[in-house]
């Protein structure tokens, strides 16, 4: 009888290395599954980055002025000084290729609040010049201010500063 318990023993002892063995490996082949799952989105992601920045270049700011008048081909003379019943033209001169892409300016008074945002859908393939009007009915107020141009939302081109007196 002594027999039949060693040998019950043993094979139990035996069943329960398998066992754990087993366990291990499965661990380890699910941790080796997991590790290229994690690794395989990033390379997706790097790519599509650039995209976006190469079509917004397409289209780069080469000057922006702030003048009182359009001449014929949009330009305007630069004017630093304006009364408060002036128009104030924000003009974007732009090179390269662009389709339907949204150049805006933006007037802000000298505390940091909005005078006035205006953007214009810009389709183009080479020099164009966007000029963007403001207009304040009741007179725009005396103080210091800053119009800054943006093309699809990004900041673009060197701010101007102006004064209204």
């Known amino acids: 009888m002594k027999k039949t318990s060693i040998s019950t023993a043993v ?6 290395t398998v066992a754990v063995t087993g366990c291990k490996k499965k661990e380890e082949s699910v ?10 989105p990033a390379p997706v992601t790097e790519p599509a ?6 079509q917004a270049a397409a289209v780069n700011v080469s000057a922006v002025s702030v003048g009182k008048t359009a001449a014929a081909d949009k330009s305007v003379a630069p004017t630093a000084l304006f009364a408060p019943k002036d128009v104030i033209i924000v003009s974007i001169r732009t090179d390269g290729t662009a389709n339907n892409t949204n150049v805006g ?3 802000t008074y000298q ?4 005078a006035g945002e205006q953007s214009q859908a810009l389709n183009t393939t080479g020099a164009e010049t ?3 009007s403001f ?3 009741n007179g725009w107020p005396a103080g210091k201010y800053r119009a800054e141009v943006t093309v699809d939302g990004r900041a673009a081109g060197t ?6 007196k």
């Open 130 to 132: 966007t000029n963007i």
């Open 159 to 164: 701010p101007q500063e102006f004064e209204v």
């Open 135 to 137: 207009t304040n009915a």
């Open 11 to 16: 094979l139990a002892a035996l069943l329960a």
């Open 31 to 40: 941790d080796t599954t997991a590790q290229p799952a994690a690794t395989a």
């Open 111 to 114: 505390d940091g609040q909005v």
């Open 49 to 54: 980055a650039p995209q976006p920045m190469t």
């Open 105 to 107: 300016a933006k007037l």
